[in-house]
């Protein structure tokens, strides 16, 4: 997840300085590629009443149908937002490439 939020950072970052959406963006790393993707979590909205040691259907039965209700929000959030994308979009490379440092930048930074 960390790398994800990483890419989707730069990616909205360099989307917004172009004006374009960030599912357009496609960063390039040497020879990998790495581009936006939408995440999504499936969590309940409030903390349950049950503790791990709670066994009992009548307490737990109520948690589950709720867990099922958070993963079909979730999911259908999901979808709006595929349904919002245009059907075709410009893709947009930024490469991004190691700066070579001077030999008297070098000798600086080991000080």
Known sequence: MKILKGVNSL???????IGVRPEQI??????????????????????????VLDFDGRTCAPAIAQGYRDGARAVQEYINYILT??????RHEVRL???????????SRGK
């Open 11 to 17: 990616c909205k970052q360099y989307a917004d300085e």
């Open 85 to 90: 994308m245009p059907e075709s979009m410009i």
């Open 97 to 107: 490439v190691a700066e070579q440092m001077s030999s008297s930048q070098s000798a």
């Open 26 to 51: 496609y960063l390039f790393v040497g020879e990998r590629r790495y581009r936006f993707l939408k995440a999504f979590t499936i969590a309940p909205a409030d903390m349950l009443p049950l503790t």
